[in-house]
C-alpha cells in the first residue's frame, strides 16, 4: 500500500461530523495527533520509569494511530500523505547533507522549521 493510498483508506473511516467542514477535520487531525501520541509515551514512561516491559505491539499500534491522524490532517490541508513524506525528507536533507550532526541540529537557519 503506497502512502497515498492508505490515506484514501482513512478517510473511509472518519466520523461524519469530521468531515462536515475541513476546519472540523484539521481541528480532528491535530487534537488526535497529540491523543495519540500521549498514549504512545505513556506506552514508554511505564517501560522506563515503572518497570513495565516494553510492549512493542501496543506502542506500534499506537504508532498507527498517530498515523491515522496525521493521514487524515494532511486531507484536511488538502496534501496528500506523499507529498508530506517528501517534504520532510527534503527539509532533513537540506538541514543534515547525508547524516543528523549535533553541529547543523545546533546551527539551523532561521527558516528552518
Ligand atoms: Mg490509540
Known amino acids: 500500500m503506497t502512502a497515498n493510498e492508505y490515506q484514501k483508506n482513512c478517510m473511509k473511516f472518519t466520523s461524519q461530523i469530521s468531515t462536515a467542514t475541513k476546519d472540523n477535520l484539521l481541528l480532528q487531525g491535530v487534537m488526535g495527533i497529540n491523543g495519540e501520541a500521549g498514549e504512545a509515551i505513556d506506552i514508554v ?52 547533507d547525508e ?6 541540529s545546533l546551527h539551523r537557519k532561521k527558516s528552518d522549521i
Open 45 to 96: 514512561k511505564k517501560y522506563l520509569f515503572h518497570g513495565h516491559p516494553l510492549d512493542k505491539d501496543h506502542l506500534a499500534k499506537e504508532l498507527g494511530d498517530v498515523l491515522w491522524y496525521i493521514a487524515t490532517t494532511a486531507e484536511a490541508l488538502d496534501i496528500d500523505l506523499h507529498t508530506i513524506m517528501q517534504m520532510n525528507i527534503e527539509k532533513l536533507s537540506a538541514r543534515y
Open 99 to 104: 547524516q543528523f550532526s549535533t553541529d547543523a
